[in-house]
């Protein structure tokens, strides 16, 4: 407002684009921004927000298509964090694979912080695939318990990669396991 711009670029986090976004919105000043926009903010009145990496929504039906026209899968399982990107990650695959044909039986969502994920694991219901998406710290909590289980059913990460520290600690189990991820 003192500097009276004609554009916001940023903010730098997702969640602080939920944060501002009424603000941004009244305001009816463009907002662009460098990272994966909640897909709530796309429904603000003003339609002024602009991403460069599209919606976290839109990275994950890719994958829903995926899981069920290459891969055959029929049935899927989610655990997810609860927070808006695990919600949006999640609803992406869902919306595709279900579209598709496809019917997801069960969906867990994780509280942030959890240490202990056995019983997250030990509710798995049988399906085609694992799908899931966790923040990193507790993706290497979660992970190597499941890999581990003998439950054996292949596992989609709905977005990111693996840090070099976690590929070390879960070695070749990691082959075979399809994500997406922006670049």
Known sequence: ?????????GPAQA????????YLTASNKPEFTLINVPFLANKNPGKNVFSLCGTRQGWTRQLGIYAYDVAGYKTATIISQDMVAGE???KGFTDEFEA?????????RVPM????YTP???AIQKADVVCF????????RFLPLYLNSGLGMPVILLHGS???AMLQQIGDKTVGITSVNRW
């Open 100 to 108: 598709k044909g496809g019917k997801v039986i069960q969906r867990q």
């Open 1 to 9: 407002e003192q500097d009276q711009v004609d554009a916001i670029i």
């Open 133 to 140: 998406w966790l923040l990193p710290q507790e993706t290497q």
């Open 88 to 90: 949006d990650l999640a």
């Open 162 to 164: 693996f840090p070099e």
């Open 113 to 116: 912080g959890t240490m202990d």
């Open 15 to 22: 969640n602080c684009v939920l944060a501002v976004g009424k």
């Open 120 to 122: 997250y694991v030990t």
